[in-house]
Structures are given as structure tokens and as C-alpha cells.
């Protein structure tokens, strides 16, 4: 059976950065101002899974005996390296759209470096940039010669990019597919004097949904997610933070969004794990997960009748913020029979293969 989540347009989805803005490894870790840190002491090594980049992404597509055509999803301080990792090894050239989820530095510093794919039109004349008003605004005070080219100085070298305004909550098209795009609204920390929530963007591109920066996810959205093959979602470490899902609060979104879209008949996802801290080792994180799937699975075996938030009655996800440990209240005996979603780890170059229908 081909395990590959099921699309219509989407071929591939490249991680291009799996990390936060402060990226991994951290440097007070690596210069010895804080010692014992296993993940940022594996990350300096060549080829490292723990090595972390801003969280950005490549949907890479094609209509049926066309050319692919290339979406990024962010572009943040470490896009353009990046770029040099993965559009050589899947033969890309062109930028079809850039989508940013919000107006912080690890999603858009990058923009700038747009410049290389339209500088003397070498690749292509301009770059499309999909974004909200707010962050436009955002954009604009950071890169005003980006939105007006006669405000460059120096030799006036800069990107030709076109900003298109999107509403958070309406669909729109973008590259010469047309593929649509459905904005997913979600809070991402607190704003201004008043602390009212951060909006931030998710994005569901054709039956994969990507949610990197969040702390809650409207029951709305989740409605606009129901039908996704993948979903990617924001699970930053351990413990509770005031702007991203802890993993506890990641595993619980996903338990819950598998067993509302199965009762609806649309099957489970694959669930993956983005936006990690250097406080999560790659490897051993991948494993509590496995492991913590497996009792879960197990105990989901024997209580095939019990609805609802089932998982609760095996699992207390804040305990395990408190002791940021993975784990079950008990031991539910052996596994006998997968029922619960897929769910891995990202890393800087994970490739996501879909399979057509």
C-alpha cells in the first residue's frame, strides 16, 4: 500500500527551515556560555538534523503534464542558504509565489535576498509576495525600497517583487496554475498595550495544511483543514509559551483534528512537527513521539468504544509540560493495531513526497 498522503496538485513538500527565529544551535551554547546542550553540540556537526533554520517551506506542484511550479512559504533570515540547499537539488529555478504566515523577523528579513532571482531578469522579472495588510505595513517600514524602488540608494540593485493584499480569511490563487490558496487564521501571541492576540497566517495548499507560529487555532480553521493528506504544525518544546504550541498542546490539536475529520469520513493525516527549540534533541524527540504513539495505539485498541477526548483518560498533557517528558499515566500493554494519525519530527531538507489521484 502506498503510504505517500493523497493530493491533486502538490508533488513535494521541502522543509527548508525546521527552527526558530533565534535558529539552532543557539550561540551562548556553542561559544560555552551555557554548557550541556546535546542538541547544539550535535547541530555543529556536518549534516546534522538538529541543525535548525528559520521555519519556511517549498510546495513544489504540477497541473497534469505541465512544468512544476515552486510556492515558498516564508522568507526569513536563513532563506537564501536555504535556497542554495534545496532549488539545485529538485532542478528549480522560479519563484512562482512567496506566501509570509506574519511580519516577524524569521519570516520575512529574506526578502531582500529576493534579488537573486530578478536582478537583470536572469531567472524571471519579478517575484509575487502574497501577505496581509499588516504585515505589508510591517514590510514596508523594513524594506521601503522594496516597495518603492526609488527609494534604493547605492547602485539600485534591488528585488522587483509585486505585493498582492489577502484577507485572512478569503481563498485566492497564485502562479500559472492558479493553485488556491486558503488562508488559515490563527493567534500567535499577544499584541500592543491591550495584548490582543497576534494574528498570524497557516496556509492549506491543495490537501496539505502548514501551520508554523501559533498558540491557539480557531475552531474555524480547523474547519478549513478538514480533508488535509499532511498537516504541519507549530511544536516549539515541552513546556507551555505564550506564542507557540507546546508539544503536548501540538499532539493534542492533532488527536483531535484526526478524530473530527474521521468521524467525518475523510481518513487521518500525516502529522509533522515543525518550529523546534534547541531544548528538543532531533532524534530522541522523534522517538518519545514514536513511543508515545505506540501505548497510545495500544490502549486505543482495547478501548475501541470510547469516544470523545479518549486520549485523556490515558494521557495528562500538562503534566507532561511540567515533567517535558512524552508519556502515559500507565503502561497500556503491547501495540496490536495502528488507529492514530502518523506523526514525525521535521528537519532542515525533509522532503514530503504526495501521491497524485
Not at 535576498?113 to 509576495?129: E, H, K, N, P
Request: net charge negative; hydrophobic share 35%; glycine share 8%.
Amino acid at each position: 500500500m502506498d503510504a505517500r498522503p493523497q493530493s491533486k496538485w502538490l508533488d513535494k513538500l521541502v522543509f527548508l527551515g525546521t527552527g526558530t527565529s533565534s535558529q539552532v544551535p543557539a550561540i551562548p551554547c556553542v561559544t560555552g556560555a551555557v554548557t550541556g546542550c546535546v542538541t547544539c553540540e550535535d547541530a555543529m556537526k556536518p549534516g546534522s538534523k538538529n541543525r535548525r533554520g528559520c521555519t519556511a517551506a517549498l510546495a513544489i506542484g504540477s497541473a497534469p503534464g505541465g512544468p512544476s511550479s515552486c510556492i515558498v512559504i516564508d522568507c526569513g533570515k536563513t532563506f537564501y542558504q536555504s535556497a542554495l540547499d534545496c532549488f539545485p537539488k529538485y532542478g528549480l529555478k522560479r519563484i512562482d509565489a512567496v506566501l509570509l504566515t506574519h511580519a516577524h523577523a524569521d519570516a520575512i528579513l529574506g526578502l531582500d535576498d529576493l534579488r537573486s532571482w530578478t536582478m537583470r531578469g536572469t531567472i524571471q522579472d519579478y517575484v509575487d509576495v502574497f501577505l496581509t495588510q499588516e504585515c505589508f505595513s510591517t514590510v514596508q517600514n523594513t524594506f521601503p525600497y522594496l516597495v518603492n524602488r526609488k527609494l534604493a540608494t547605492g547602485g539600485g540593485d534591488v528585488g522587483a517583487l509585486r505585493w498582492h493584499i489577502i484577507s485572512a480569511t478569503e481563498r485566492f490563487y497564485v502562479g500559472p496554475h492558479k493553485v488556491p490558496i486558503d488562508p488559515l487564521r490563527v493567534d500567535h501571541g499577544y499584541a500592543g498595550p491591550e495584548r490582543h492576540p497576534f494574528e498570524c497566517l497557516g496556509f492549506r495548499i491543495d490537501t496539505m495544511s502548514y501551520i508554523s507560529d501559533c498558540h491557539n487555532i480557531p475552531q474555524a480553521t480547523t474547519d478549513k483543514m478538514i480533508g488535509s493528506t499532511a498537516i504541519v504544525l507549530d511544536a516549539l518544546m515541552m513546556r507551555p509559551h505564550p506564542s507557540h504550541y507546546s508539544v503536548p498542546q501540538a499532539i493534542e490539536y492533532a488527536l483531535g483534528f484526526a478524530d473530527q475529520q474521521s468521524a467525518q469520513g475523510q481518513g487521518v493525516p500525516l502529522v509533522l512537527f515543525t518550529d523546534v527549540c534547541h531544548r528538543m534533541e532531533h532524534h530522541s524527540f522523534e522517538a518519545s513521539v514514536q513511543q508515545f504513539l505506540a501505548g497510545l495505539n495500544a490502549y486505543r485498541e482495547k478501548h475501541q468504544d470510547a469516544t470523545g477526548a479518549w486520549w485523556e483518560e490515558i494521557w495528562d498533557a500538562r503534566e507532561n509540560e511540567e515533567s517535558l517528558e512524552l508519556r502515559l499515566r500507565s503502561d497500556p500493554g503491547a501495540m496490536q493495531q495502528r488507529c492514530l494519525p502518523e506523526m514525525h519530527v521535521t528537519y532542515d531538507g525533509l522532503c514530503i513526497d504526495f501521491r497524485k489521484v
